[in-house]
């Protein structure tokens, strides 16, 4: 038996093995746990908020990502008690890092998600502009001189403890009909946004930066059913997703097959077995690849 058969019979088998175990909804990415109505990509999760979710690869390992017309930002945390998910926008400043953001933070319009309770910070405003202008909440300006105590001020072009009046809290509710959060029209180069103060609200190196929203979906007449569903698809192993282009729900179980109800093998079994016909041909398929790709190893070693 040569070297080089040995190589192509384990290709071959490593190959069908990684068809095998490949599911496109998984209930992890990354750090992150995922589950519905989030999902890790096409099909997966909610149809409301599947456009906008994806597992990526965020140059160290695998990370969820929110997409909006503005940009595509790091999911860094997610409370599905409370329906929020934060993110943190690579150009967003921070106490230890300020830069100028090419540009702005928005949501789309049509999209499930809101302004959660985080504040933003405009920084490096043309300062005429910055104070008169209504989008800006005086009573919040104490922010301004704490978060200007940073010593990374200096690479948004500003001297050490600048002026405030270059600095506006801009607070969520106050976004403008298209959810954007307008640089260019405020005159600011430079952007943070804040979460909580910690436990010293004047010491800004322990702030806690990123951007918190919320995401719903909606009161739809058949979001409890599906809910319900859910539930039972996650808590037998599964993870929920739909099929387009009904977008009907889909419980979507390890070693990928699909029903319209949950992973359970007895239920499976008895009631489901018309509807995972599709997987089972597809299941066959497979088995019959392996036996081929078996006897294909056998005539090559002869
Ligand atoms: C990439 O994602 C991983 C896992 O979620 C996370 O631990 C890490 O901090 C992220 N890296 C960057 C550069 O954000
Ligand atoms: C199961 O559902 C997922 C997500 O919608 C889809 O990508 C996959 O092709 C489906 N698999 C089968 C066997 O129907």
């Known amino acids: 038996m040569g070297v080089g058969s040995v190589v192509v019979i384990v290709s071959i088998l490593w190959a069908q093995s990684w068809a095998w175990t490949e599911s496109p909804c998984r209930d992890t990415c990354g750090s992150s746990q995922v589950k519905y109505p989030l999902g890790t990509g096409p099909g997966c999760g ?7 979710i994806s597992c990526g690869w965020n ?20 409370s599905y008690g409370t329906s929020t998910l934060t993110v943190t926008p690579p150009s967003m400043s921070t106490c230890s890092s300020m830069q100028p953001s090419p540009s702005n933070f928005g949501l789309d319009w049509a999209s499930p998600f809101q302004m959660g309770s985080s504040s933003f910070l405009l920084l490096s405003c043309r300062p005429s502009l910055s104070l008169s ?19 990374s001020v200096l690479s948004l072009g500003l001297p050490l ?81 739909f099929a387009p282009p009904s977008n009907a729900f889909l419980c979507v179980c390890k070693g990928s097959y699909n029903t319209s109800l ?3 093998p007895t239920y499976n079994y008895n009631h489901n077995h018309d509807y995972v016909s599709d997987s089972s041909s597809s299941l066959f398929l497979s088995i019959s690849w392996y036996v081929w790709s078996f006897i294909s190893a056998v005539i090559i070693l002869i």
């Open 262 to 264: 949950d992973c359970s």
């Open 133 to 151: 202008s209504p989008l800006c909440d005086p009573s919040f300006h104490y922010l301004c001189a704490s978060l200007y105590t940073c010593p």
């Open 59 to 78: 140059g160290s390992g695998e990370q969820l990502f929110l997409k909006t017309h503005t940009g595509s930002y790091p999911i860094s945390s997610i």
């Open 46 to 52: 909610s149809p409301l908020l599947s456009p906008y």
């Open 161 to 241: 403890f600048p002026p405030t009046n270059t600095c506006c809290v801009y607070s969520p509710a106050n976004l403008n009909a298209n959810s954007d959060l307008d640089l260019n029209t405020m005159k600011c180069a430079a952007y943070s946004s804040l979460l909580s103060l910690g436990d010293n609200p004047t010491d800004p190196t322990h702030w806690l930066y990123g951007v918190s929203l919320k995401f719903s979906i909606g009161g739809a007449f058949d979001h409890n059913s599906v809910t319900t569903k859910c539930s039972s698809c996650e808590s037998t192993g599964g993870v929920c997703g």
